[in-house]
């Protein structure tokens, strides 16, 4: 199983961007899927997880501005991000529990970098 995230770039403030992250490859089923994020010297930290059944939490910094879906038809798990702000800045991972013929296991995306500068 891979997964491919896309959707990264410079953007200025306040405004947005939608990341992309498809899995591909011996799926039976996905389970949670989400976004991480670690910022330059920082630690990886949560952004945003959605369960099999549409359920999403948020960390508290991007509340009211990120939404995460998900189109389970094209296994893939989105990130839309308004009102982007400078501390946004940072490289975002995606990650998707994937259940195949093998058993399930949580897999990592390349990682896309988001830049929020003016």
């Known amino acids: 199983v891979q997964l491919q995230a896309s959707g990264g770039g410079l953007v200025q403030p306040g405004g947005s961007l939608r990341l992309s992250c498809a899995a591909s490859?011996?799926?039976?089923?996905?389970?949670?899927m989400g976004w991480y994020r670690q910022a330059p010297g920082k630690q990886r930290e949560l952004v945003a997880t959605?369960?099999?059944?549409?359920?999403?939490n948020y960390a508290d910094s991007v509340k009211g501005r990120f939404t995460i879906s998900r189109d389970n038809a094209k296994n893939t798990v989105y990130l839309q991000m308004n009102t982007l702000k400078p501390e946004d800045t940072a490289v975002y991972y995606c990650t998707q529990v994937v259940a195949g013929l093998l058993g399930e296991y949580d897999y990592w995306g390349q990682g896309t970098l988001v830049t929020v500068s003016s």
């Open positions: 959605i369960t099999s059944g549409g359920s999403t």
């Open positions: 490859g011996s799926i039976l089923s996905i389970k949670a």
